[in-house]
């Protein structure tokens, strides 16, 4: 079993800045990936960010230049440094990491998802 833990959610001022944690634990193989998705009310889930094993990392187009995907896939953490934060940007975002439990299956897991909302 693969659990992810994600934190840094919070109130914002439009404008303002938040950093969003996220740490994998279990038994697991490896790690292929890990990223966040935001799930607005009324709307579907989006990629926001994905951090590849030995890739580049990819955006989504409405948070390019503004928000930014880090972490070590070797120490099974990920974060994500949101700056310039527009009301917007108001969502849950859940942390994911495409895990593989056993050489050759993939399998992705999901954070709880954390809260962050912006508002003047």
């Known amino acids: 079993q693969v659990q992810l833990v994600e934190s840094g959610g919070d109130l914002v001022q439009p404008g303002g800045s938040l950093r969003l944690s996220c740490v994998a634990s279990g038994t697991f193989f490896s790690i292929n990936a890990m990223g966040w998705y935001r799930q607005a009310p009324g709307k579907q889930r989006e990629l926001v960010a994905d951090?590849?094993?030995?890739?580049?990392?990819d955006y989504a187009d409405f948070v390019k230049g503004r928000f930014t995907i880090s972490g070590d896939l070797a120490k099974n953490t990920v974060y994500l440094q949101m700056n310039s934060l527009k009301l917007e940007d108001t969502a849950v975002y859940y942390c994911y990491a495409v895990v593989s439990t056993v050489p050759g299956y993939k399998y992705m897991y999901w954070g709880q998802g954390t809260q962050v909302t912006v508002s003047s």
């Open positions: 951090m590849p094993s030995g890739g580049s990392t």
